[in-house]
Nanobody, 120 residues
Framework: QVQLVESGGGSVQAGGSLRLSCVVS????????MAWFRQAPEKEREFVAA????????VYADSVKGRFTISRDNAKDTMTLQMNSLKPEDAAVYYC?????????????WGQGTKVAISS
């Protein structure tokens, strides 16, 4: 059974940067298409970015295009989300997930989440 553990959340000023990481254990990470989702208080969980198994293909939500970069290192079973030019509306709990695929973003397994707070 695959397990996902996120890290890297914290508090940052608007305009700043954070780097989130997700470590996969239990199965070989490269087996999975993976993604980041986020959930702000009183809002539904939403898709942020996804990356294919090799790392060559990526998909982004329009709200983060040009500011966030998703990547993975299959040798280390790790996925990252580099977040730049952060805005107050980026504040949320960020979740790592395995998903069906880049054309079907349905999540299969969730991590526990890491909180990102943005101060203006």
């Amino acid at each position: 059974q695959v397990q996902l553990v996120e890290s890297g959340g914290g508090s940052v000023q608007a305009g700043g940067s954070l780097r989130l990481s997700c470590v996969v254990s239990g199965r070989i990470g490269s087996t999975y298409t993976m993604a980041w989702f986020r959930q702000a208080p009183e809002k539904e969980r939403e898709f942020v970015a996804a990356i294919g198994r090799s790392g060559a293909a990526t998909v982004y939500a329009d709200s983060v295009k040009g500011r966030f970069t998703i990547s993975r290192d299959n040798a280390k079973d790790t996925m990252t989300l580099q977040m730049n030019s952060l805005k107050p509306e980026d504040a949320a709990v960020y979740y790592c997930a395995t998903i069906e695929g880049l054309r079907d973003l349905r999540p299969l397994t969730w991590g526990q989440g890491t909180k990102v707070a943005i101060s203006s």
